[in-house]
C-alpha cells in the first residue's frame, strides 16, 4: 500500500512504554497508509510488563509527568507539521491525557484518546474545546 505522506500520526503510549500493544497498535494504523510515529516517553529499551504496573506507574509520574510528556510530543507534533499536512494523536491511558492536553496547541488536526481517565483532572482546563 502507498504511503499517505501528507498525514502523519503520533501514537502516544501507555505508562508501561512502547510494548507490543503500541508495537501492534502501529502496525494496524501503518495498514492504513499513513505514517505512524510512536516517540518513547520513557527513554527506556525494555517496556514495563502489566504486572509491573505500580512501577511503571511511579516511573512515569516520578520521571516524565504530564507536563513534560505533552512537551515532547509537542515538539513532535511540530516537527511533523514541516513535513506533512496533517498530524494527529492517538493515545492510550496516560497517552491519552497528553494527547488530550497536546488538542490545546491548536496545530494538530486531531485527537484520539482511548481509555484516558487523567482527563477528568484537566477537564477545565480543556473544557473550551470539548463540543
Known amino acids: 500500500m502507498m504511503k499517505n505522506h501528507n498525514m502523519a500520526i503520533v501514537l502516544v503510549h501507555e505508562i ?8 501492534y497498535m502501529k502496525e494496524i494504523l501503518s495498514k492504513l497508509g499513513i505514517d505512524i510515529i510512536c516517540p518513547n516517553l520513557l527513554h527506556k529499551e525494555i517496556p514495563y510488563s502489566y504486572s509491573e504496573e505500580e512501577f511503571a506507574y511511579e ?10 510528556g505533552v512537551q515532547q510530543i509537542n515538539q513532535v507534533i511540530a516537527e511533523l507539521k514541516q513535513q506533512y499536512r496533517r498530524v494527529g ?12 492536553l497536546c488538542g490545546e496547541n491548536k496545530i494538530c488536526d486531531f485527537v484520539i484518546g482511548c481509555y484516558g481517565s487523567r482527563i477528568r483532572d484537566f477537564e477545565r482546563m480543556s473544557y473550551s474545546y470539548v463540543h
Open 59 to 68: 516511573n512515569f509520574t516520578q520521571n516524565v509527568g504530564f507536563e513534560k
Open 89 to 100: 494523536v492517538i493515545g492510550f491511558s496516560i497517552g491519552a491525557t497528553i494527547a488530550w
Open 16 to 23: 508501561y512504554g512502547v510494548n507490543e500493544h503500541m508495537k
